[in-house]
T-cell receptor, first 115, second 110 residues
Framework: DTGVSQDPRHKITKRGQNVTFRCDPISEHNRLYWYRQTLGQGPEFLTYFQNEAQLEKSRLLSDRFSAERPKGSFSTLEIQRTEQGDSAMYLC?????????????FGEGSRLTVL | TQLLEQSPQFLSIQEGENLTVYCNSSSVFSSLQWYRQEPGEGPVLLVTVVTGGEVKKLKRLTFQFGDARKDSSLHITAAQPGDTGLYLCAGASWGFKTIFGAGTRLFVKA
């Protein structure tokens, strides 16, 4: 399978713990995006990378959230000191970037439940 | 701040009926996409429209991009239970991030 893969698919944690999600994009894609989706809503933009550079980060994102893409390939999204309001589906997507069509290819998501 | 508004938010229809979903914004987009999402899965791209006034057809689905590139519609002819899902519109602006509408949840009853 050469699509976007995310790990883990499900994570249950206690409030105050740290969690990390990993995303492996489609290999030839140089843009990588993180979105968050809560029940009944569309995906909400968190951040995106062009290769290893983080080009934009949502102002809604608190400093407990950090994302990296160290070698321009896979990316990690870490949430520190989780809160119940962080419970959501975290979606990763990739795109070719240079064609600038806006088309995104999503992984299956990582569902976070904070107890 | 760019916003995409979708309507209706929820639609429940009988198999065989036609329906239209709307996506509106006050912003101009370089392209607009429609995605379909199943519960517990990521969105799957259905179509991209780029040119104002463009119409694209995908089997029983017809997508239209507004002349001013601010709005779009999705029309489904003779809906089937397999069309059930969350339909999302998304807009991209010349190299910037893609934003999504809140989605239209469609339920087609057999």
């Amino acid at each position: 399978d050469t699509g976007v893969s995310q790990d883990p698919r499900h994570k249950i944690t206690k409030r105050g713990q740290n969690v990390t999600f990993r995303c492996d994009p489609i290999s030839e894609h140089n843009r990588l995006y993180w979105y968050r989706q809560t029940l009944g809503q569309g995906p909400e933009f968190l951040t995106y990378f062009q290769n290893e550079a983080q080009l934009e980060k949502s102002r809604l994102l608190s400093d407990r959230f950090s994302a990296e893409r160290p070698k321009g390939s896979f990316s990690t999204l870490e949430i520190q000191r989780t809160e119940q309001g962080d419970s959501a589906m975290y979606l990763c997507a990739s795109s070719l970037g240079q064609l600038d069509t806006g088309e995104l290819f999503f992984g299956e998501g990582s569902r976070l439940t904070v107890l | 701040t760019q916003l995409l508004e979708q309507s209706p938010q929820f639609l429940s229809i009988q198999e065989g009926e036609n329906l239209t979903v709307y996506c509106n914004s006050s912003s101009v987009f370089s392209s607009l996409q429609w995605y379909r999402q199943e519960p517990g899965e990521g969105p799957v791209l259905l179509v991209t429209v780029v040119t104002g006034g463009e119409v694209k057809k995908l089997k029983r689905l017809t997508f239209q991009f507004g002349d001013a590139r601010k709005d779009s519609s999705l029309h489904i002819t003779a809906a089937q239970p397999g069309d059930t899902g969350l339909y999302l519109c998304a807009g991209a602006s010349w190299g910037f991030k893609t934003i999504f509408g809140a989605g239209t949840r469609l339920f087609v009853k057999a």
